[in-house]
């Protein structure tokens, strides 16, 4: 796996549970159903572009960067100025359809050349779609909306109650450092060969908002402590069993060759190996792998921020910690091309 599908995953993983967490504690339904919107579009381009990253086939990545975009990457802007619009009150509803209208547009371009000229294979790891002249408007009009969203942020932050600009500051520190990021994954599509770290940040914002919604009710979510611990030993338990149930699949069916789901008659699908199959399982179990390590440090640190002094929530802290150590190291593993790496991730 390389550093940018790895920064993808967990920009999917935390945006997509970040969502859902918004959409059912929010007592703002308006403002929590656009969140949603916004979070998964985030989360379907840190998903579907990780697949793009990880194939070594050219026209699949091709295929899945476009989906990328249309499905994911082309939404994000508009929905966020939205959110924004909602967030601080601001009656602007011709200009959102407006923004709305112009993405639909972009969507229906997003297929043909003049979008993506070509795919090209970038510092010797993955295939990475190449600016054609629509989509350097696309991008011009991407940013301005993204700049102007913040610009009214910053603008209303003195004229709003004390309470609303913790709020804002939070929302704004979150919002800049996920979108600074992420837009620096733009620059090799427009030959600037930086290779993108910065999208590493992406993952940072739902982070820091969740922090935001504890300390200051952003978005006028009270969380009750009991039932954030208890969704969240759930969710670590689910993924326990699922990772287990994989393992045990994997072993079961590793050592045999093929089976023949469908007839060779049928001239559609001659067979499907069980190493594909395999392959599958092992990818999907990676996957698993990472969300319980991400689920296990996030939870460790919210029990530790609130009783930095109390024995048993620092106990629990180092238990999270170790076993997210230990669940990033598996899922790295799995991946692993050859056995000094694996070996490596192993240890």
């Known amino acids: 796996m390389n550093a940018y599908a790895l920064s993808c995953i967990l920009a999917g993983v935390t945006s997509f549970w970040f969502s859902f967490f918004v959409l059912f504690k929010s007592s703002n339904r308006s403002l929590a159903k656009i969140w949603f919107l916004f979070a998964c579009s985030v989360a379907v381009y840190g998903f579907v572009t990780s697949g793009a990253l990880l194939t070594k086939s050219s026209n ?15 939404w994000i802007a508009p929905f966020f100025y939205h959110f924004i619009c909602t967030f601080l009150e ?20 997003g297929p043909t050349r003049l979008f993506f000229t070509h795919i090209a294979w970038v ?12 989509f350097k408007a696309y991008l011009l009009w991407w940013m301005l909306i993204v700049v102007y969203s913040h610009y009214l942020l910053w603008k209303a932050y003195g004229r709003v109650s004390i309470e609303k600009k913790s ?27 930086v290779y993108p770290w910065g999208n590493f940040m992406v993952f940072l914002y739902p982070i820091i908002m969740s922090y935001a919604i504890l300390k200051h009710r952003l978005m006028d979510i009270t969380v009750v402590i009991r039932k954030t611990l208890l969704y969240s030993f759930v969710t670590a338990g689910l993924a326990s069993i699922y990772a287990g149930l994989i393992t045990l699949v994997a072993y079961l069916i590793g050592t045999n060759d093929q089976i023949p789901f469908i007839s060779a008659s049928s001239n559609v699908l001659h067979g499907i190996t069980f190493h594909w199959l395999v392959d599958q399982i092992q ?4 996957y698993a792998c990472l969300v319980t390590a991400l689920s296990s440090i996030c ?21 999270c910690l170790a076993i997210s150590m230990w669940s990033f190291g598996l899922g790295m593993m799995v991946r692993s091309t050859n056995f000094p790496e694996a070996y490596f991730w192993s240890r």
Request: glycine residues 8%.
């Open 123 to 134: 510092f010797d790891s993955f295939y990475y779609t190449q600016a054609g002249p629509a």
């Open 299 to 319: 939870l460790g640190a919210f029990v530790y921020m609130r009783g930095k002094r109390k024995p048993v929530n620092i106990i629990w802290f180092f238990t």
């Open 60 to 74: 699949t990545a091709f295929i899945l960067w476009k989906i990328a975009y249309i499905v994911g990457v082309i």
């Open 90 to 109: 601001i009656k602007r509803s011709s200009l959102i359809r407006i923004n709305y209208l112009i993405a639909c547009v972009f969507c229906i371009i």
């Open 167 to 193: 709020q804002i500051l939070y929302f704004f520190l979150a919002t800049t450092i996920g979108f600074t990021g992420g837009s620096l994954a733009y620059l090799p599509q427009l030959g600037i060969m």
């Open 283 to 286: 990818l999907s179990f990676s």
